[in-house]
């Protein structure tokens, strides 16, 4: 699909962009209408301020995508790939992502605030100080990922094994209730307990 034909899509309301791929394009400034995006694979294209907001993705693919300023809020995420990806401050406040996989990929800063994540996996994927506030958590996985202060208030993260992370100064309520339920690591176990105020002593031997 050329740009030409991409942008006029993104311009029409509840327009749909089904069984294509995109190369290479470089969009900036646009603003979509609601458009339904179906098996599509967008490959090294450049979103710049771009509003995405309440549109629909289903089986698509971004690799090797750079995100500048841009919103998926209210957006649903059905069945997306995020392949080395750059997306800095990437919104999703109050969308609905489900099977959604981040691979590889520079999602620091991303707000997840009050969104739905059902079968979420994120592999050797950056969310320093992402937002992960009011958010419905299901089934997720993570794996050599990096959480550095991220927010994580009133979310649940029972059940997710967070033991090949990094969570340095995560971010949680007074009573650690987000926690409850998640695996760690004896390492970061340690760490935690630093946020109490609590010093842990090595064993000294003679």
């Known amino acids: 699909m050329s740009g030409e034909v991409l942008l006029a899509a993104l311009k029409a309301p509840d327009a749909r962009v089904e069984n294509t791929s995109v190369s290479s394009l470089e969009l900036e400034g646009v603003s979509a209408d609601g458009t339904a995006f179906e098996n599509v694979v967008f490959r090294s294209c450049t979103f710049d301020r771009v509003n995405l907001s309440g549109c629909t993705f289903t089986d698509v693919v971004f690799s090797g995508c750079r995100f500048v300023g841009c919103d998926m809020g209210r957006c649903w995420l059905n069945r997306c790939d995020f392949r080395s990806c750059s997306a800095p401050g990437l919104t999703f406040l109050k969308g609905r992502l489900t099977g959604v996989s981040m691979t590889d990929s520079q999602m620091g800063y991303c707000d997840l605030s009050e969104a739905t994540v059902d079968r979420l996996v994120a592999r050797e994927t950056s969310l320093v100080e992402a937002n992960v506030y009011g958010t419905r958590l299901r089934r997720a996985t993570l794996e050599r990922c990096d959480l550095t202060r991220a927010t994580v ?29 998640a695996t760690v690591s004896v390492e970061q176990a340690a760490q935690l307990v630093g946020l109490l105020g609590v010093k842990v002593k090595e064993d000294e031997w003679p």
């Open 153 to 181: 208030f009133r979310s649940s993260l029972a059940g997710i094994d967070l033991s090949t992370c990094e969570i340095a100064g995560i971010r949680v309520s007074s009573d650690f209730h987000e926690l409850r339920g």
